[in-house]
């Protein structure tokens, strides 16, 4: 266990709808990234917030969008949902925004688009 | 820009017998590499790090990897495989700039044969 959370574990929706997902860093992490897997792309990276603030930020659609939070849990907000963002979506936490610091992942929230 | 390069797609191996995963990079700096094992259904779990000094590294689970700079490569082996290392592996790459992301490789499923 990685000490990472991710909910909901499995989430199917129809085209057109929006979606949160959450994840609570381990204890004492500060920085939240968010990945997304998928066949096709393979794993990407999205965004990344330290401390409440956006830090670094990957190929995340526009549709797509995050925050951190005081308790520095975050959220993944995906809205007008089309087919092909169907895929894994991880969260990763580590101490520190900035350096390389090793990060660890949740298990991914499985996001079906029918 | 940056990449990860994982050239083999899949790998099947006896248990047993030794293991050798590819992994090339193209990093402007300095790398800080790292492999990930992702279990079925599970998430991502660091089987070990290359941030400096000696480039022979070891990590979890029996797996060590050698870092070598003139044939931009970061190989991971292990000398005996068990059934249980079934599995996709990731290389990354991570970025020391303003944030920390990671840069995956395209995976290399690992089959072990009994």
């Known amino acids: 266990d990685s000490g990472v959370t991710q909910t909901p574990k499995h989430l199917i929706t129809a085209t057109g709808q929006r979606v949160t997902l959450r994840c609570s860093p381990r204890s004492g992490d500060l920085s939240v990234y968010w990945y997304q897997q998928s066949l096709d792309q393979g794993l990407q990276f999205l965004i990344q917030?330290?401390?409440?603030?956006?830090?670094a930020k990957g190929n995340i659609l526009e549709r797509f969008s995050a925050q951190q939070f005081p308790d520095l849990h975050s959220e993944l907000n995906l809205s007008s949902l089309e087919l092909g963002d169907s895929a894994l979506y991880f969260c990763?936490?580590?101490?520190?925004?900035?350096?390389?610091?090793?990060?660890?992942f949740g298990q991914g929230t499985r996001l079906t688009v029918v | 820009a940056q990449s990860v390069t994982q050239p083999d797609i899949h790998i099947t191996v006896s248990e047993g017998a030794s293991l050798e995963l590819r992994c090339n990079y193209s990093?402007?700096?300095?790398?800080?590499l790292f492999w990930y094992v992702q279990s079925p259904g599970q998430g991502l779990q660091l089987l070990l790090k290359?941030?400096?000094?000696?480039?022979l590294v070891q990590g979890i689970k029996g797996f060590e990897a050698e870092f070598k700079r003139s044939q931009s490569s970061f190989n991971l082996r292990k000398p005996s495989v068990h059934w249980s290392d079934a599995a996709e592996y990731f290389c990354a790459v991570g970025h020391n700039n303003a944030g920390n992301m990671l840069t995956f490789g395209g995976g290399t499923r690992l089959m072990v044969k009994p």
């Open positions: 990093y402007g700096a300095t790398p800080y």
């Open positions: 917030y330290y401390n409440g603030e956006e830090r």
């Open positions: 990763a936490s580590s101490l520190t925004g900035s350096g390389v610091t090793e990060a660890f």
């Open positions: 290359y941030f400096s000094g000696d480039t």
